[in-house]
């Protein structure tokens, strides 16, 4: 596609108010911002960033300074870059939130009561199962969700052996509610 009006001639003419321009600066670099969203793999957003890109040419063409002696191409391409990291190191700080959050839920709301009439039978067949040194690993792990080091001193176990006291105790649950 070739340009009939150079980028300078564009962004004077939509500083002026002319919203026909815009358009065509939008076309012209459209394909750059389809470019820069797969090269950072963010396809499965890329109607949302789209759009977001075209706000950041808006706010280059308002920010960009000529005398500074780079081309508006590359200013705009390095805001579109630095916005799509943004976009990627947000995104990676709400997952480590959401997982933090997760697991406190986990740790500190674990109801050890009742939660149904079926309850304290499920935990008395399992006590059945299970050896005491397993079924004291399994409660201490599985709800109460201590760490290993802890349930490991509580019953006298080294850490390894906590951990595989945990494994047959599922393992034997498993088997049991299986058949």
């Given at each position: 596609m070739e340009r009939e009006h150079n980028d300078y001639e564009i962004i004077d003419r939509i500083?002026?108010?002319?919203?026909?321009?815009?358009?065509?600066?939008?076309?012209?670099?459209?394909?750059?911002?389809s470019k820069k969203i797969h090269k950072f793999n963010l396809a499965y957003e890329y109607d949302d960033l789209y759009q977001e890109c075209l706000i950041i040419i808006h706010r280059s063409v308002c920010s960009f300074n000529e005398h500074f002696r780079k081309t508006f191409t590359r200013y705009l391409e390095m805001n579109i870059e630095r916005h799509l990291i943004s976009f990627i190191e947000k995104r990676k700080r709400r997952s480590r939130i959401t997982a933090q959050y997760l697991n406190d839920i986990a740790e500190n709301n674990?109801?050890?009561?009742?939660?149904?009439?079926?309850?304290?039978?499920?935990?008395?067949?399992?006590?059945?199962?299970?050896?005491?040194v397993e079924y004291a690993v399994y409660v201490g792990r599985e709800l109460k969700r201590l760490d290993f080091k802890t349930i490991a001193r509580k019953n006298n176990l080294g850490t390894k052996g906590a951990y595989n006291a945990l494994h047959r105790a599922k393992a034997k649950i498993k088997a049991y509610f299986e058949d």
């Amino acid at each position: 596609m070739e340009r009939e009006h150079n980028d300078y001639e564009i962004i004077d003419r939509i500083r002026q108010g002319d919203e026909d321009a815009f358009a065509l600066l939008v076309a012209n670099y459209s394909r750059l911002i389809s470019k820069k969203i797969h090269k950072f793999n963010l396809a499965y957003e890329y109607d949302d960033l789209y759009q977001e890109c075209l706000i950041i040419i808006h706010r280059s063409v308002c920010s960009f300074n000529e005398h500074f002696r780079k081309t508006f191409t590359r200013y705009l391409e390095m805001n579109i870059e630095r916005h799509l990291i943004s976009f990627i190191e947000k995104r990676k700080r709400r997952s480590r939130i959401t997982a933090q959050y997760l697991n406190d839920i986990a740790e500190n709301n674990h109801c050890l009561g009742e939660r149904n009439v079926y309850y304290s039978l499920h935990l008395g067949e399992i006590q059945r199962l299970l050896s005491p040194v397993e079924y004291a690993v399994y409660v201490g792990r599985e709800l109460k969700r201590l760490d290993f080091k802890t349930i490991a001193r509580k019953n006298n176990l080294g850490t390894k052996g906590a951990y595989n006291a945990l494994h047959r105790a599922k393992a034997k649950i498993k088997a049991y509610f299986e058949d």
